[in-house]
Nanobody, 115 residues
Framework: QVQLVESGGDLVQPGGSLRLSCAASGSMFRILGMSWHRQAPGKQRELVAG???????NYADSVEGRFTISRDNAKNTVYLQMNSLKPEDTAVYYCSASFPLRNYWGQGTQVTVSS
């Protein structure tokens, strides 16, 4: 079993920054990668950014150039640095860990961008 705990969500003004953290515990053996997703009210959950076990990253077009995903393997933690935040970035942000047979999800952390 793998447990994921997100933190760092907050209320921030437009143009501000936040850093989300996702701490993983349990067996990371054979992990394929980790990713951040978000779900805004009334919308489907969408991929925001991902990082493979080899360090390759990918981003949604809407966050490219503003968000950065990174990891600290020693701490089993993945981060999402979010800059130049916009009201449309408001959502619950979820961390996910991908393995060959299944994905694991955290409980989510709320990010609200508003003046």
């Amino acid at each position: 079993q793998v447990q994921l705990v997100e933190s760092g969500g907050d209320l921030v003004q437009p143009g501000g920054s936040l850093r989300l953290s996702c701490a993983a515990s349990g067996s990371m053996f054979r992990i394929l990668g980790m990713s951040w997703h978000r779900q805004a009210p009334g919308k489907q959950r969408e991929l925001v950014a991902g990082i493979t076990s080899g360090g390759r990253t990918n981003y949604a077009d809407s966050v490219e150039g503003r968000f950065t995903i990174s990891r600290d393997n020693a701490k089993n933690t993945v981060y999402l640095q979010m800059n130049s935040l916009k009201p449309e970035d408001t959502a619950v942000y979820y961390c996910s860990a991908s393995f060959p047979l299944r994905n694991y999800w955290g409980q989510g952390t709320q990010v609200t961008v508003s003046s």
